[in-house]
């Protein structure tokens, strides 16, 4: 049973960084490739940026330039640097496997971009 628990969110100035956490547990981490998705109220959940686990990575073209994804397999955690951080990045922020989703999401964590 895969567990996945996001951290790291908050309420930032525009211009500011944050950085995200996921812990996920099970013994499958290592061989999937991961993703961070987030979803506003109103809008739809969308893929913001995946690495797989060689070490490739994509970004949605909104976070290119701004948002940097990394993992570590030994703990089983992924990572989402944002930097220059702007109010349309206000979300609820998810991890989850890419491109095929576990069917159990964690409880997110929220972040606000606002001064």
């Known amino acids: 049973q895969v567990q996945l628990v996001e951290s790291g969110g908050g309420l930032v100035q525009p211009g500011g960084s944050l950085r995200l956490s996921c812990a996920a547990s099970g013994n499958i981490f290592s061989i999937n490739a991961m993703g961070w998705y987030r979803q506003a109220p109103g809008k739809q959940r969308e893929l913001v940026a995946a690495a797989t686990s060689r070490g490739s990575t994509n970004y949605a073209d909104s976070v290119k330039g701004r948002f940097t994804i990394s993992r570590d397999n030994a703990k089983n955690t992924v990572y989402l640097q944002m930097n220059s951080l702007k109010p349309e990045d206000t979300a609820v922020y998810y991890c989850?496997?890419?491109?095929?989703?576990?069917?159990?999401w964690g409880q997110g964590t929220q972040v606000t971009v606002s001064s």
């Open positions: 989850n496997f890419y491109p095929r989703e576990y069917g159990v």
